[in-house]
């Protein structure tokens, strides 16, 4: 259970941070940049559930846990050990992905077919979550960097990759089903 009953510890002041293992690192470390996008995606998922309603609430909801989750794994370095350890860290499973899909596969099944590229945009919600999508891409970026140094979860990386798919169908949903999609005219302003 997480107790903050003191939010500033003056412990970072000096430009490093801790990791969930307790090892001290600089606040630019590849780790902390990929946790921390995946926080800011976090945020960006909270803006988009301000306009979300029934069932697309619940689950911009549950994706926010699991990003959580995320944020939660990724902190924990020494994934080799985990099994050794006292209290085994929070690791990404492969049914948070596979829950996605289902939803993807739902979703889809409603889209209209895509004949072209879309714009970012539509409804308010649509726009939102296709800022969702570009922060997890960028999430995803910033895991992989960290993955080509060190051993992470796979089923971590497996989850953003899908997740930004996942932010595109929502969107597209978000937009009437697609019908409402903002169309790519490619060349309209030469």
């Given at each position: 259970?997480?107790?903050l009953?003191?939010?500033?510890t003056r412990?970072?002041d ?6 969930g293992?307790?090892?001290?690192v600089a606040?630019h470390d ?11 995606a976090?945020?960006t998922?909270g803006?988009?559930?301000l306009?979300?309603t029934?069932?697309l609430?619940q689950q911009?909801?549950r994706?926010?846990?699991d990003?959580f989750?995320l944020g939660a794994?990724?902190?924990?370095p020494d994934i080799?050990?985990d ?5 085994p860290?929070?690791?990404?499973v492969?049914?948070?992905?596979d829950?996605?899909e289902?939803?993807?596969?739902a979703m889809n099944e409603r889209?209209e ?5 879309i ?10 979550l296709h800022?969702?999508r570009?922060?997890?891409r ?33 969107a597209r949903l ?7 999609d903002?169309?790519w005219t490619p060349g309209?302003n030469?």
């Amino acid at each position: 259970m997480v107790v903050l009953s003191k939010i500033y510890t003056r412990t970072g002041d000096g430009g490093d941070t801790a990791l969930g293992n307790g090892t001290r690192v600089a606040k630019h470390d590849r780790r902390v940049e990929a946790y921390g996008t995946v926080d800011e995606a976090n945020a960006t998922f909270g803006m988009a559930r301000l306009h979300a309603t029934g069932d697309l609430a619940q689950q911009i909801e549950r994706i926010q846990n699991d990003l959580f989750d995320l944020g939660a794994d990724l902190c924990n370095p020494d994934i080799a050990r985990d099994e050794q350890a006292e209290y085994p860290p929070l690791r990404m499973v492969a049914a948070q992905t596979d829950r996605l899909e289902r939803e993807i596969d739902a979703m889809n099944e409603r889209l209209e077919t895509l004949r072209s590229f879309i714009l970012p945009g539509g409804s308010p919600l649509a726009a939102h979550l296709h800022v969702c999508r570009t922060v997890t891409r960028r999430a995803e970026r910033r895991t992989m960097e960290l993955a080509a140094a060190e051993t992470l979860n796979e089923a971590a990386i497996t989850y953003l990759n899908r997740l930004s798919d996942w932010c595109f169908c929502a969107a597209r949903l978000a937009n009437d089903d697609g019908r409402a999609d903002v169309l790519w005219t490619p060349g309209a302003n030469r």
